[in-house]
């Protein structure tokens, strides 16, 4: 069939096919997932995924709405912040819920399957290729900077530049997941590197006494509600990757134990990175130079690294190219595990014979990628990505707030305090109701009326199963132009 049949799986037996291991002796392979990530392998997980092309790109768009360098730095710390009580929250429902899948599972286990199924066909369609797409911008935009010195790069550069980043990705993700993962982890260096010269440039600057971005920080402040949740949806850009732990919670060794000390390690440790960084682009730039800057990191190479500068734009190159790779490794995710329960087709679960990969899935992320970097630009792309993600935060962090009020009695190793995910509920609903009460835009009504455009896909093709021949013929010579078969979730 094109679509399975949704199963009653056992939340502590669920495999997934990016880490399998083969077992041919029933004439079959079996995927298993192993508990071999601890905990410093987990805080690298989230600091890698966070640190990646938002901090080397957001800050002059913070600065823009929020209208001084003070204010926009309280941004970035409140930013921090939320992150770090949506992380908690997430670390109690990871420890009821004890399954990969993040806020697909979550939504699955709590209210059922049509609103799952609009996350997923939401998040596999647009989120995680919007996502992606931002990230390769962001590398086009610095990759290319330096063959353009004193200007802005050309829109048609940028574009065929991040094309040709999914590009390669994608072939890299196909042919072997160990090569994936390994380039992630030699990419991860190049961005704590480039963030670390930043930083003590900074703190050399300040030292001499350049603190005049800072003189009179609040005056200018923007009031307006609409210009604020914009600011927050730039700032919260770069914290994105936070809840990406509890996409392979099944992998974990001791999860009770390691998910919340992991996100009370690297979140923390990641806000600081970023409020150094920011402060060090202030002592460099006036808040003037920073707004007109087309790509900061490399303006402020040029300040204050001179003809070392193209040190930057590789290190910030390096960085987003890693970013982008571990964003495309885990976008297969919620992908898979939603076509195993039936809420996408069946050829999304099914993985390469050889390689091992999800390339079905990884092949559908690059081409909506590539749609979005065509239509795009990365502005309207984090401020699109920012507002579905929140809605859909706001969703899983209510139905915490269910199980903590309606099932106190379910067996959990750490509880949150309730007040944090009520601040963090609150915090959602207000960033996606202000920009559209105070600035409505035409497009917000677009996404609304997208999310919704699942119902006409849901009842037949998952409610009544109702799936026409002419889609198994397809799904049959994809099988076969693609070399994929279905994966087999083994339970033992």
């Given at each position: 069939s094109t679509m399975r049949e949704r199963k009653t799986t056992d939340p502590l037996h669920s495999t997934d096919p990016l880490h399998s291991s083969t077992d041919l002796s029933d004439g079959k392979e079996k995927l298993r997932l192993k508990q071999e990530v601890g905990l410093i392998s987990s805080v690298s997980l989230i600091a890698g995924t966070m640190i990646g092309s938002g901090i080397f790109m957001s800050p002059e768009w913070v600065l823009h709405h929020m209208g001084n360098p003070a204010s926009s730095l309280l941004i970035w710390a409140a930013c921090g912040l939320l992150a770090m009580f949506g992380a908690l929250s997430y670390a109690e429902l990871g420890t009821i819920i004890k399954e990969s899948g993040g806020e697909y599972i979550y939504i699955l286990r709590i209210f059922g399957s049509f609103p799952a199924f609009l996350f997923a066909y939401t998040s596999v369609i647009l989120v995680r290729p919007a996502g992606l797409a931002a990230v390769c911008l962001s590398f086009a935009e610095y990759a290319i900077a330096p063959f353009y010195p004193g200007c802005s790069s050309p829109q048609v550069a940028i574009k065929c530049t991040a094309a040709a980043c999914i590009l390669i990705l994608t072939i890299i993700n196909c042919l072997n997941v160990r090569l994936a993962t390994s380039v992630m982890n030699i990419f991860t260096a190049a961005k704590l590197l480039a963030l670390?010269?930043?930083?003590?440039?900074?703190?050399?600057l300040l030292a001499k006494g350049q603190t005049q971005s800072f003189q009179n920080g609040f005056q200018g402040t923007t009031a307006?509600?609409?210009a604020v949740g914009v600011a927050f949806y730039q700032g919260l850009w770069s914290y994105d990757g936070w809840n990406n732990l509890n996409y392979v919670t099944e992998e974990l060794k001791k999860p009770e134990v390691t998910l919340p000390r992991a996100l009370m390690i690297a979140i923390p440790l990641v806000t600081c990175l970023y409020l150094l960084v920011n402060v060090s682009y202030l002592a460099a730039m006036t808040p003037s130079e920073l707004l007109s800057s087309g790509a900061v990191a490399v303006t402020w190479g040029d300040k204050v690294l001179g003809s070392w500068a193209w040190l930057i734009s590789l290190s910030v190159a390096l960085s987003t190219f890693g970013s982008s790779n571990g964003t495309f490794f885990s976008g297969g995710r919620v992908c898979y595990i939603a076509a195993t329960e039936g809420?996408?087709?069946?050829?999304?679960s099914m993985a390469h014979v050889r390689c091992l990969t999800p390339s079905p899935a990884l092949l559908f992320t690059s081409a909506m990628s590539l749609i979005m970097i065509i239509s795009g630009s990365f502005t309207s792309i984090v401020n699109f990505f920012s507002f579905m993600g929140l809605l859909f935060y706001g969703m899983t962090i209510s139905g915490?707030?269910?199980l903590k009020i309606k099932k106190p009695e379910l067996p959990r190793s750490y509880k949150v305090p309730i007040i944090i995910p009520i601040i963090v509920l609150m915090a959602a609903v207000y960033l996606v109701l202000a920009p559209?009460?105070?600035q409505p835009q035409i497009e917000i009504l677009y996404i609304v009326l997208f999310i919704f455009s699942g119902l006409i896909f849901y009842f037949p093709l998952v409610h009544f199963k109702c799936h026409p021949r002419f889609l198994q013929r397809v799904t049959l010579h994809l099988q076969l132009l693609l070399e994929v078969a279905p994966t087999t979730r083994d339970a033992n």
């Open positions: 670390l010269v930043i930083v003590v440039g900074g703190l050399v307006g509600i609409g809420h996408m087709p069946d050829i999304l915490l707030l269910y559209i009460i105070d």
